[in-house]
């Protein structure tokens, strides 16, 4: 089997198994933002609490998981480039499946007391972690193991985890929501948490016959691990942490789209206002359409040579359809505000297929993990973690949806901005090696032409020390032969055939 047939069976197998995994891990984590919405303010508060207080308090929880994030990139990060990949994502994925199952079977307020939320908000901190560490790994198993100049196309395996684990929570919950409400409440929930370890089985089946990437097994082999990486990382390229942290902004209106769109499209003062079972409706369909769309953003991205042009016919549309949905919602038509969510879906959609795969082949090999892990956590935790709030506080201060209109362009203003000034920094042709990834393959050819040379140095002097020894025994046989002491041999006779 060739080596181009080999590479290309190694990408696939890494690509699927990096989609499998962060279904897995996104499943885990949006499922914990659905239950606290809907269950957690009744289970795991008191009764006595005023109204709403319970689900603020349980949104408190959620908000844990997303300041837990950038922890999960550095511890994770600094594993996964000095261990490798694999192992990492073992890891998150095992931890990731634990806390969700523990949830499942937490005990509420009414059994346990106050240890009922602290356990649950620290199982809700293991989930940050968790998938803090998961997204750089995941991303880098797919593109390190891509054919030469794929890198981008194939990280589009690991964002496309995001709306399939979406969607199968919200879909766990429409089924569980069918349950009359007490038994919803008593026990329907957890079956979505306690189901997810059946599907941690399925991914460390999957995730244990995973291959490391051939960078990164090169960096072990010729021991160039980083002894901190965040350190290297944060020292020498923390330029391109802040602005691969920059160019992310534009993935977070999701929660502009589904998180403060929902409050605010279902609130019964409007008089305009959805039923929440509508709402939602709208809100899956949305997804429906991200996950089909997404996957072509890093086909555009891999066929157009320049993908700074690429990056802005993607963006640019996203200036008019997010600020143009809210005012869509507004005139209360389910199918109006479908069309215009879906059509506000499509530029981000498409900017997160590709945007995991640029950042990442701007770091070297030996701080990529935590390089990666870093920027797209610090935008989780800053921008991502407090959206939706400070849409609400922009709401509730106007009066209007005018600001948060703006705000949802602004998001895509600064990623277009940060991602044409990365890739200018690092390399505009997906085709090409980026600076980073050229430097690393100088050093890893110089390393290999070195081994190669010590390789052939060993073997001249076996052959020489062999030479050496064949010359002394051939000489020994003739010294005797002509000593005084020895008698002449007779000649031997011919062999007939």
């Excluded at 968790?130 to 390190?144: D, K």
């Excluded at 684990?165 to 349950?179: D, H, V, W």
């Excluded at 010590?454 to 002509?482: F, K």
């Amino acid at each position: 089997m060739s080596d181009s047939v080999n590479t290309a069976k190694r990408a696939r197998k890494a690509g699927i198994a990096s989609f499998i995994g962060t279904t897995i891990e996104w499943y885990d984590f949006y499922i914990y933002g659905t239950a606290s919405a809907l269950v957690f303010g009744h289970v795991f508060f008191p009764d006595t609490l005023p109204a709403g207080v319970g689900t603020l308090l349980s949104f408190v929880t959620l908000w844990a998981g997303f300041l837990a994030r950038p922890l999960g990139g550095i511890i994770f990060g600094h594993f996964g480039d000095k261990y490798g990949r694999k192992k990492t994502l073992v890891v998150t994925l095992v931890m990731m499946g634990a806390a969700s199952f523990l949830v499942g079977l937490l005990p509420g307020y009414a059994t346990i007391g106050i240890a009922a939320p602290i356990i649950l908000t620290c199982l809700r901190i293991l989930q940050g972690i968790a998938v803090g560490g998961e997204w750089g790994g995941s991303v880098l198993i797919a593109s390190e193991n891509a054919p030469k100049g794929k890198g981008v196309l194939y990280s589009a395996f690991a964002q496309q985890g995001s709306p399939a684990g979406n969607l199968i929570s919200s879909g766990m919950f429409f089924a569980l929501a069918l349950l009359p409400t007490p038994q919803f409440l008593l026990y329907g929930w957890r079956i979505a948490f306690l189901a997810s370890i059946f599907l941690i089985v399925i991914g460390l089946v999957i995730r244990l016959k995973l291959e490391e990437p051939e960078n990164m097994k090169v960096v072990k082999k010729k021991d160039a691990v980083v002894k901190v990486p965040a350190i290297e990382a944060i020292k020498k390229h923390w330029v391109l942490i802040l602005l691969g942290a920059g160019s992310l902004p534009l993935i977070q209106v999701t929660y502009l789209k589904t998180t403060f769109a929902t409050a605010w499209a279902t609130d019964t003062t409007h008089p305009w206002a959805y039923s929440s079972s509508t709402f939602l409706g709208v809100v899956t369909l949305a997804l429906v359409v991200q996950f089909i769309v997404q996957p072509f953003g890093a086909v555009i991205l891999d066929r157009v040579k320049d993908m700074r042009k690429a990056i802005v016919w993607i963006i640019v549309p996203e200036f008019v359809l997010m600020p143009l949905m809210f005012f869509a919602i507004e005139l209360g038509h389910p199918g109006i505000a479908l069309a215009a969510m879906a059509a506000a879906t499509v530029p981000h959609s498409l900017f997160y297929a590709g945007i995991g795969g640029i950042i990442a082949r701007a770091f070297p090999t030996r701080v990529r993990y935590t390089g990666i892990s870093l920027a797209y956590q610090l935008c989780s935790m800053t921008v991502g973690g407090g959206t939706a709030a400070a849409a609400q506080w922009m709401y509730n201060s106007s009066d209007s949806i005018i600001p948060v209109a703006i705000l949802s362009a602004s998001y895509a203003l600064v990623s277009l901005i940060c991602t044409l000034i990365l890739l200018n920094k690092t390399g505009w042709r997906a085709s090409e090696n980026s600076k980073a990834e050229a430097a690393d393959e100088a050093e890893f050819a110089e390393a290999l032409a070195a081994e190669k040379a010590e390789a052939a140095g060993a073997a001249e002097v076996g052959t020489a020390s062999a030479t050496d020894t064949l010359g002394t025994s051939d000489t020994a046989p003739n010294a005797d032969a002509t000593s005084t002491d020895s008698k002449p041999v007779p000649p031997r006779a011919p062999v007939t055939p």
